[in-house]
């Protein structure tokens, strides 16, 4: 037996299902109106620490190297004193070592350039001086991935056209304040005398750990380091 509902029936079940909708509708609205919970706030990540560079520093730079014979031996020295050095590499050694360039980049000196062959950059026609440089910068950007942006003359060999020449590669000359003249081989208590006699606060060490045999160099370090921190200072590196 089917069932109908009257015109009142019809119109209450009507009302009813409008007040259902509306009741759904303003549901969705408030949910939609109502603000999202804020985001999680991430943890706070302290800032690195810098530590500031010594204001009374010298800065100790190795020539000639890498050296497979010497060059770790510096490395060990200057890592039991936690000192940071400079190294000025000639290409051609960076290219027969390049595990020693990477070694040195590691343990956060910082590698700069010397030419290709030790090469007196007075003497070099504009393409051989680019090569000099150029060829050496991609030995060490392939070994430790750094362009260098110092330039170091062999021979402290500077002319105006050596000046210009490496300002036009977008390279910086860095010369020194104290020659050890370590190279000379005059024992290691003359090499230790001739840095220490003259140094003053921003003096520019220049030694080698490579170019020959450097075990009097090595023999002199941990003195002359010893000496330098106990005179207060500190070691900063070259960036140019």
């Known amino acids: 037996m089917e069932t109908r509902l009257t015109r009142t029936g019809q119109r209450l079940t009507g009302l009813a299902m409008l007040v259902g909708v509306s009741v759904v509708i303003g549901t969705i609205v408030v949910a939609a109106a109502r603000p999202a919970p804020p985001a999680p706030v991430?943890?706070?990540v302290a800032?690195?620490?810098k530590t500031p560079l010594p204001t009374k520093y010298v800065v100790l730079t190795f020539d000639d190297g890498p050296d497979p014979a010497y060059t770790p031996k510096v490395l060990e020295v200057l890592a039991k004193y936690e000192v940071k050095a400079t190294f000025f590499e000639v290409g051609k050694n960076v290219a027969r070592h390049p595990e020693?360039?990477?070694?040195?980049h590691a343990a956060g000196h910082v590698i700069q350039n010397h030419t290709w062959t030790h090469a007196d950059l007075r003497h070099q026609?504009?393409?051989?001086?680019?090569?000099?440089v150029g060829d050496t910068?991609?030995?060490i950007r392939s070994a430790a991935g750094i362009t260098t942006t110092c330039l170091r003359p062999p021979?402290?060999?500077v002319s105006s056209t050596v000046r210009q020449r490496a300002k036009e590669l977008g390279k910086e000359l860095v010369m020194w304040t104290i020659d050890s003249r370590d190279w000379s081989k005059p024992g290691a208590a003359v090499i230790e005398k001739r840095v220490l006699s003259s140094v003053a606060?921003?003096?520019?060490?220049?030694?080698?750990d490579g170019g020959g045999n450097r075990s009097q160099t090595?023999?002199?370090l941990p003195s002359i380091l010893e000496k330098l921190k106990a005179q207060g200072y500190g070691f900063r590196t070259l960036s140019c």
Do not use: E, N
């Open 125 to 132: 026609t504009a393409a051989g001086f680019r090569k000099q």
């Open 100 to 104: 020693l360039t990477k070694r040195i």
């Open 218 to 220: 090595i023999a002199a």
């Open 42 to 44: 991430p943890p706070a």
């Open 201 to 208: 606060s921003g003096s520019v060490i220049l030694m080698h």
């Open 137 to 139: 910068d991609q030995a």
């Open 155 to 157: 021979y402290g060999g």
């Open 47 to 49: 800032a690195p620490v």
